[in-house]
């Protein structure tokens, strides 16, 4: 940010990154840009050495491309003005030349200097060549602050050649070079820039909040000073922003304020503002003078203090370090400390690749395996939750140690001290760091690396420099950490820990070492001996399908066990629980009817649910929402207690699909991995269909549904994706295929990841048979009566060795039916409907009962539910393995389905180009579709997108529900115009409404009139409406209660807009598109919703 000659504010894209980590830190620097009287902390040493080294990898990436012979032009800056340098470089590009050396470029008030511009053969407005934008950076891995750099160079290149550049690139520190197309960031990056703008011009009242770009912030010092100053509600530990606000709202402003305040808060538990009030009195008595202070919090069973064991011989201390910055994320360092014997010990593990990771990893747990199988009363103690998600990470993405993990995750042989100390007590100090607790039993640290950010940087400097002395104080700042943790724990057992407290034992925990299952050695050794066959890609990828369910199970007990350790209140914002359970009656047998406090949950009635703390299996008889009451049916070996927390179950045994991978991988091994569907499917071999030339489109013609049916029809042992977007008819193909093949007495399996798809396409086989006048045997394998098809000629079966299982035509269930060994070779073609939620190890399990796969569905809908980290491509579904990140299939690599009965072209071209690369269409019958508003005011047809200004609002804004029932209010008085040109009154089945949020579906819900149609995306799947309304909910990224990937979901935001014949409306805080993104991947999502907002219409709703 700096003044021009006439005084005019110009601005370059480290302004624009800047802005977007933190508004008030932009403020700041206009400030001191108008001479107010603030300064920024200078430059520190580690800052400038980077700068260096990033000056040395520009010169060195600008030699390669010389000495390449590439012709090179440098723009002399230097003693010339902007405006020569930009006019110079105008004029290089358009002599053609290969590459641009620091090319000054300008867009309105924009400037700066790209590193390099490299020339492409696409052309533009200079010939038939174009450039793209090129940036040296030292990281491992580009970052959304790069693409954000590179998307104002690529607006500025556009002004010269009158097109966008199709890409910009960052040549990295590790040679590799990260490209990635500038549509993905440029509405994101506009957007930024416009109200970077905006506010330069209009400066907005901004307030210093703690944010995630503090640590490396010129002004965090100046802002420091200003909490301290005006005794600011941020200094309180462990209060978040929300509390602070709602604190505001009742006028409370300081530490001091809150800490002497008395009176109750009706929107803070009373819990939660008792341990808030006194974290504030007694940092206050801290901050005046006193000594360390801290409070014991009630005792609660199994938690807090009563979580401590006994100390022991051997007992391990245990710390990490990480780089985020490094590839994606790496653990570097792995240290322990113990004093076994008297004799103390700090070893260590270093890692600095990913295969040094892996053996880390398995060292370290191989290690806690052994020293506590010599020492069994000894414990692992660390801080936070970070080990041991960690080690769960790296277990499972490399598949190491997963064994030893397990054993000591059963045992219980963790010891979150942090855990110990939140649950426990409240302390005098300004945070809950080990760092902050230190003040209680060791002095202060002193060292080169004291902080684990200072870690994290001193890491990155070793990266560049190899200098030995980083390593040196990193594992010296490391074995602090772990002595450190010794220390605590020797001072909450002396000096906090009551003596007559009985010590933490686990229950019936398990004394033998685990050892690693032989038939997984053995299974490695065998696809070992196939690998210089099928090369490396393909030995990894059936390896690890043969753990995916055990991996996939794993997340689910480790979720289990650690809900019995949470607190009431973390339980009462998950979810998947209830909490806070409290009885309202007396017992009636063994059933007890609660209350509970205000909460979302997705338990219903007769969901069974595990107890917090108790055994045994209970059932939810009744669940009334709106009154908040609860009836529980328990075990009868439990007396139902008067206060309870359920959680979810425990998770089933997927050893039937365990055992049918299995099954699949010996069929590889001995077919030499060819000759079958199953193993065209994992080469991704192009459909093998008698009469089809290898390249030639699967369908050459425009009659889709007789050319598919055909296809499917002429399958010869082969595997065949057929993507059909949103209204395209898949349903209606796949049972015309289906029948088809019936015809020609072949019989056929139906295979989904819900019993609900597969009903809805069974149902339609039995339509196709009763057209033709010509009955079908169908059968379907259920589970609950629930599961049954909404068809009477259907036969329903609970029985997996029902033989109409092995004689009807067509027969539906999931993959655990299709698994079982009795149906190996009974079909001649599996049908996986919804392919696109449905994993690759699932379809593997059931692979083995067909010669032919058919896998319908579409990747760009709903994603599949899938628990676990999974290494490389096991945890895709089957149509994301085939499409490897293509939005739309290959004409000649399966079949596309076109063409969009559904949408109105208003609304289909958006969704096309949103998510099918432009490749779908509209009919023609469906542009007469349109919504007939009295008055005016409103677009009939197309998408629309209702900026709503909210603050604060996390899963519930009263705000857009508010404008959401004003549109539907409106919607409720016009008339729909349907696809036969016919106009009808609209009614209330014509409208859905839809929320990420279940607490919005509520609210949403409590306000819309009797009947409406609301719900999150996942229900609406499949159905259509003439309009749909979308309610986002969420202020800020802030106030976000999940991650981007949710929220900003590319498939849930296709799915939402792609319900509406006629008109989608969006609803949403214009702040939420302002999102600070971490990654790439990130930015891409909500560049999207930029986009849509950008083409959509933008009236207001009243």
Known sequence: MRLSRTKEIILSPTDLMRFQGCEHASALDLAFLRGECISPAEESEDALLLQKKGHEHEAAYLATLTSAGR???????????????????????????????????????????????????????????????????????ADPKHALQ????????????????????????????????????????????????????????????????????????????????????????GMTRQQRRKLATAGITTMRAFSESEEPLARIQESVLWRLRTQARLQNTRRDGGPPSFVLRPLEAGRGLLRLPRPANGDLFFDMEGDPLVDGGREYLFGVYHETGGQPEFRTWWAHDEQQERQAADGVLSFFTAHLAAHPDAYIYHYNHYEVTA?????????????????LLRTLKFVDLYRVVQQGLVASEPGYSIKDLEAFYMEKREGEVATAGASI?????????????????????????????????????????????????????????????????????????????????????????????????????????????????????????????????????????????????????????????????????????????????FPRVIDPPDSVDLVPEQPLDAKVLRAAVARAT????????????????????????????????????????????????????????????????????????????????CRVAVMSHSHKAINNLLVEVAKRAHEAGRPIRIAKKISKPEDVPDDPTIISTSKNEDTVLMTASVVGGTAWLFARPDF???????????????????????????????????QMQLPQPIQGVHPGETASSTLEYLLEGQHAVAVDSGIFLPVSRRMHPNVCSLVSRLAYDGRLESDEDAARQAIRFSGGGLPSTGVAFIDIAHEGNSQESVEEADAVCVAFERLLDASFIDREGVERKMTIDDILVVSPYNAQVNLLTSKLPDGARVGTVDRFQGQEAPACL????????????????????????????????????????????????????????????????DRADRRAVG
């Open 71 to 141: 012709r090179v032009v440098v723009i002399e800056s230097n003693g010339h003005d902007f405006d020569h340098a930009a006019s110079a470089t105008e004029a290089a590009m358009r002599e053609g030349f290969d590459v641009v050396y620091q090319g000054a470029l300008r867009t309105g008030r924009w400037q700066g200097y790209s590193d390099f511009l490299e020339r492409v053969e696409r052309p533009s407005a200079l010939g038939d060549f174009g450039y793209e934008a090129v940036d040296t950076k030292l990281k491992r891995r």
């Open 150 to 237: 590179l998307s104002i160079y690529s607006r500025a290149i556009s002004g010269i050649q009158a097109t966008l550049p199709g890409a910009a690139h960052v040549q990295l520190g590790s040679g590799e070079r990260a490209s990635f197309p500038v549509e993905d960031a440029i509405y994101y990056a506009s957007r930024l820039a416009e109200r970077l703008e905006q506010f330069i011009e209009t400066p907005w009242q901004t307030v210093p909040e703690p944010v995630s770009a503090c640590g490396l912030c010129r002004w965090r010092e100046h802002c420091d000073a200003s909490w301290i100053a005006t005794d600011s509600l941020v200094k309180v530990a």
């Open 391 to 407: 080690l769960k990470r790296l277990a499972t993405k490399y598949g190491v140690a997963e064994h030893h993990l397990d054993h």
């Open 457 to 633: 940087v001193a890491y990155e400097q070793w990266l560049e420099t190899g200098d030995q002395k980083i390593l040196d104080d990193i594992c010296a700042y490391n074995e602090v950490d772990c002595r450190s943790t010794k220390g605590l724990r020797n001072w909450l057992v002396a000096k906090v820990r009551p003596s007559d407290m009985p010590w933490f034992v686990p229950v019936a925990a398990e004394n033998s070492a685990p050892v690693e299952e032989p038939e997984r050695i053995a299974l490695r050794n065998r696809i070992d001996a196939c690998r210089s066959d099928i090369g490396d890609r393909l030995a990894d990828l059936v390896f690890e399908l043969n753990g995916f369910h055990k991996r996939a199970d794993k997340p689910a007990w480790w979720e289990y066990f650690d809900r019995q350790d949470r607190e009431t209140a973390e339980l009462i914002d998950d979810l998947e629980s209830i909490g806070g359970l409290s009885a309202i009656d007396r017992a009636s047998g063994t059933e007890r009817r609660y209350s509970y406090p205000t909460q979302q949950t997705k338990m219903r009635e007769g969901s069974g649910a595990a107890m917090r703390g108790l055994k045994g299996k209970a059932t939810i008889v009744a669940l009334d929402r709106e009154r908040r009451e609860i009836t529980v049916k």
């Open 666 to 745: 010996d069929s590889l091994i001995a077919a030499g991995f060819t000759g079958s569907a199953f193993a065209d499917f994992l080469r991704r071999e192009a459909p093998r269909i008698s009469g089809l030339v290898a390249g030639d489109p699967v369908i050459p013609g425009r009659e889709r549904v007789g050319e598919t049916v055909a296809a499917i029809r002429n399958l010869d042992g082969g595997c065949l994706p057929i993507q059909g977007p949103p209204g395209t008819g898949k349903t209606y193909v796949s049972s015309k295929a289906i029948f088809d093949l019936v015809q020609n007495g």
């Open 824 to 858: 190996s070779g009974t079909f001649s073609h599996i049908f996986i409907d919804e392919a696109g939620q449905v994993s690759v190890a699932n379809l593997m399990a059931a692979s083995g009962c067909a010669r032919n796969i058919v896998l319908v569905g579409d």
């Open 1030 to 1093: 979308i309610s986002f909910a969420t202020s800020s990224g802030a106030e976000m209660p999940r991650s981007i990937d949710f929220l900003f979901s590319l498939n849930r935001l296709n799915v939402a807009i792609s319900r509406a014949q006629a008109l989608a409306m969006l609803f949403c805080s214009p702040r939420l598109l302002d999102v600070q993104c971490s990654t790439l991947e990130e930015m891409r999502l909500v560049n999207s919703l930029c986009m849509v907002r």
